[in-house]
């Protein structure tokens, strides 16, 4: 689904990533693992076009991609979660959802029972404002927005970051029961090991924005990658 080679990227005259080449395929959680400040956020952005990279090549679903804008992407079906999520506070959930409709035909844009499903607390609280949702809440928001485009390409970026322990249960039995319906590639960047670890198939970790290891877990050991990933 995703393949990139010898990817770059710089902000302004400092070069974040160095020839990055990694692969996502259908049906699999790719995890991207590493230190802080190693260039893991920054590598999410050049594949959802929210900061356009500066070389190299990059191929979705077997069409080569250009440095297209973001919103050019997620119609491609390149879904995203930021890091720090960047709901919209003052708009409702059931609005915040529905911003998701512009990538979707005019016939398509409904927010479909299975949102609600996967998130249930959002069902109950589609009338509330999205500044008012409890951080794991907020993130559970994120994620179904980024549903609603209905991606190819599902990127996430540190879910588990200031979530309490139920809702990280939660965000992983989602992330789990996506990758098994094997409609989407999944990319994972998470700080939070254990939970990395049990969802991923494959692993790249970054050092210094570039890629330090890659394997799947058939072929990377737990401790492998505990060193690799420890400051």
Known sequence: MLRTDGLTLHYGGSQILHGIGVEAETGEVTCVMGTNGVGKTSLLKAISGTHP????SYTL???EVGKLPAQA???MGVGYVPQGRDIFPLLTVR???ETGYACLPRGEREVPERIYELFPVLR?????????LSGGQQQQLAIARALITRPKLLLLDEPTEGIQPNIIQQIGRVI???RDEGRMAIVLVEQYFSFAYDLADRFYVLERGAVRMSGTKATLTRDELTAAVSV
């Open 73 to 75: 992407l997620a119609r």
């Open 124 to 132: 109950e609280m589609r009338n509330r404002r999205g500044g008012d």
């Open 61 to 63: 679903d077997g069409q």
């Open 176 to 178: 789990s029961y996506l």
């Open 95 to 97: 609005e915040n959802l």
């Open 53 to 56: 990279r500066s070389g190299g």
